[in-house]
């Protein structure tokens, strides 16, 4: 039995996936590792290192590295990219300015060795911010199209505020003064964005084909659904 096929029956049991979640300073990338926990989104620091978060879908164990993306912490990226099954490139979307520093990053990125075959998941983050840039103006200012030959890839708009934006208002018009309005059950249970999931569920399938041949992915993305607030 040779040893890649030791390894990769050793990772079919675990069904680990490695996951570089990368992308300029102020992104939004720790706050989407927040978000699909289920925690606070309201107050985050710039990483000015890296974290570690485990989260478990669709019966995979995505391990995720959220690398902290300041000028002076880009040339470390390499230290991570060892076995990296996906990249996840996290955008701000409104920063129209740093467009063109994402899309070189990003590609000077993808030519290293290390990371060749990895798939990669853009989040268009921010969408609720006003004039965001769109998937396809984004998809076009980062050049996407060009990858197909040596990553698959796909993209995601996406708010990692979700759950505040479509939380209810405090009160009620119709609520005594000081009352708080109750929570919706809907609202509660609305606590990412289903567009967030739906790239993970993307993730999984494409790296569950690639690396773990012969296993079956049943998942159903959700649909991809915009609330009325990111409409307004």
């Known amino acids: 039995m040779g040893l890649l096929t030791i390894i990769r029956k050793a990772r079919l049991k675990e069904k680990q996936v490695r996951i570089l979640m990368l992308g300029l300073d102020n992104a939004g990338k720790t706050t989407v590792c927040k978000a699909i926990l289920g925690e606070d989104v309201d107050e985050v620091s710039p990483t000015l290192g890296f974290n570690i978060r485990t989260i478990v879908h669709q019966g995979f164990t995505l391990n995720v590295w959220d690398i902290g993306g300041q000028t002076s912490l880009r040339p470390y990226w390499r230290n ?3 076995q990296t099954d996906a990249v996840v490139w996290v955008v701000d979307s ?3 300015a740093r467009m063109e520093d994402c899309r070189r990053e990003l590609h000077e990125l993808l030519k290293e060795e290390r990371l060749v075959g990895a798939s990669l998941l853009v989040f268009a983050n921010k969408q609720d911010i006003a004039n965001a840039m769109t998937v396809d103006e984004i998809s076009s200012a980062l050049e996407l199209s060009t990858l197909s ?4 890839w796909d993209i995601q708009p996406c708010s990692a505020r979700y759950a ?3 939380a209810p ?4 018009s119709d609520s005594p003064p000081g009352s708080a309005a109750p929570a919706s059950p809907a609202a ?3 606590k990412v964005d289903p567009r967030i999931m739906k790239g993970l569920d993307w993730v999984v399938a494409e790296v569950g084909s690639r690396v773990y041949y012969g296993v079956q992915n049943s998942a159903v993305a959700p649909e991809a659904v915009r609330p009325a607030a990111l409409l307004a």
Do not use: I
Not at 149 to 152: E, I, K, V
Not at 169 to 172: C, D, F, Q, W
């Open 80 to 82: 991570y990219f060892e």
């Open 149 to 152: 030959s040596s990553h698959h």
């Open 94 to 96: 409104s920063d129209r």
């Open 169 to 172: 208002s405090p009160a009620s």
């Open 164 to 166: 505040r934006l479509t």
């Open 188 to 190: 509660s249970l609305s």
